[in-house]
């Protein structure tokens, strides 16, 4: 993410949208989750076009990626939570989360 940022800086100041998404993943700020908004507001990007062979499948990992970043800004400052406030902090349900930190743990994430 920083080489995206450094390599195209002109790229994202012309758009507003990728600029903010960017710049929320290289810090430690909670993203809120809102699936159908993320999914309209990406879908007019070359690889979630609908017409693209895999743009379901990049959208749901884009999904995902959101839902980890999240878990690991919690991480960082929270050493005991609830599995109910750790969903509705970043807006899945409590299985989906249960589910993206089982996941991080296997494979040595967080």
Do not use: W
């Not at 940022?5 to 809102?34: G, I």
């Not at 990992?61 to 959101?66: A, F």
């Amino acid at each position: 993410m920083h080489i995206l940022e450094s390599m195209y800086a002109r790229n994202l100041e012309e758009n507003d949208l990728l600029s903010r998404f960017v710049h929320k993943l290289l810090t430690f700020e909670l993203m809120p989750l809102n699936e159908a908004e993320i999914e309209q507001q990406m879908s007019g990007f070359e690889p979630f076009k609908a017409e693209t062979e895999n743009s379901k499948a990049h959208m749901r990992e884009l999904i995902r990626q959101l839902i980890q970043h999240n878990l690991r800004v919690i991480e960082k400052y929270y050493s005991k939570i609830n599995i109910s406030t750790l969903s509705r902090l970043i807006g899945v349900p409590e299985d989906r989360a249960e589910l993206e930190i089982c996941d991080m743990v296997v494979n040595h994430r967080i």
